[in-house]
């Protein structure tokens, strides 16, 4: 995706890494390859990698320009975070992408995060001597209140993973009073609101977008990779509830399939977008071209 316009919406994407990254039998534990190799082989040539038995997964933050505001939508892993490898991402990419966009940190007027996971928070913050603080001095960060608690209470407790994500990333945006914890209703304005798709992580939400009766939605990690719209039951490894993550996979397919509305994975490779077409009791993703 370059950028898709939606009524007097443009959405454009900043991408922190991309390329082959897992194979399929490593991520979903109901993987079946017989399965597997017959939907790959149909499947748009952007989307796997046969040399290498990967899947292609990209990283990437959407920017969203309304009429009235500058949003962001995830926020990769960041800098400066001392994630091991393989999350260790060079930080220029993402720099070189944001400034790409025509922004400035302070240009930013509200932060979203689909959730609080690793690859989808970690611009939230920058290291300023020795401290955590808010990148977007001028941003109000929208987290589902929920989601924000669970990873305070795993942390609190120890729980691995989050590690350090809940402490680098989210405590620091509230202790700067820029957060704002929101519930599952929660609506910016006529042209932004969520929508909740728990499972992935226990208060995963959908950004959905509409201007001039166009519509899209940013789905975060309902979907890692098209092979789910073919098998929505394929939970991943990273699914905090798999059985959950399925039944909202499950859903928001049903209901956005033949719609129209633009759907925007974080972790689709170029062209990204795709509109959904039911398939029987499965569904086919089509790349917007
Ligand atoms: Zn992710």
């Given amino acids: 995706m370059r950028q898709l316009t939606i009524g007097d ?40 990698d046969p040399a290498s038995g990967r899947m292609v997964i990209t990283y990437q933050t959407y920017v969203v320009r309304t009429p009235k505001h500058t949003i962001l939508i995830d926020t990769c892993t960041g800098e400066d975070k001392g994630y091991p490898a393989p999350m260790d991402f060079p930080k220029q990419p993402w720099l070189d992408g944001f400034a790409a966009a025509g922004l400035k940190f302070e240009d930013i007027d509200y932060v979203f995060c689909t959730h609080l996971h690793i690859d989808h928070c970690g611009w939230n913050t920058v290291l300023r001597n020795g401290r955590w603080v808010p990148t977007f001095p001028k941003a109000k960060y929208i987290f589902h209140k929920r989601e924000y608690a669970a990873w305070e209470e795993a942390t609190k407790r120890g729980a691995t993973p989050p590690g350090n994500v809940w402490r680098f990333n989210c405590e620091p945006v509230v202790a700067a009073g820029q957060a704002q914890l929101v519930d599952d209703d929660f609506e910016l304005d006529d042209t932004l609101w969520l929508t909740p798709t728990p499972g992935h992580s226990p208060c995963h939400c959908c950004v ?82």
């Fill in 208 to 289: 959905n977008i509409r201007s001039r009766g166009q519509q899209a939605v940013v789905i975060g990690d309902l979907m890692h990779h098209a092979l789910q719209c073919r098998e929505p039951d394929w939970s991943t490894i990273f699914d905090w509830d798999p059985a959950q993550a399925a039944q909202s996979r499950r859903r928001f397919l049903g209901e956005v399939a033949g719609t129209g509305k633009f759907v925007l994975p974080i972790h689709f490779p170029h062209p990204t977008t795709g509109l959904v077409e039911a398939d029987g009791a499965r569904f086919r993703y089509k790349f917007v071209r």
């Fill in 9 to 48: 919406v443009t959405i454009t994407s900043i991408i922190e890494r991309d390329g082959p990254w897992r194979r399929p039998e490593e991520m979903f534990p109901a993987y079946n390859s017989e399965v597997g190799r017959r939907y790959l082989a149909e499947l748009d040539p952007e989307v796997f």
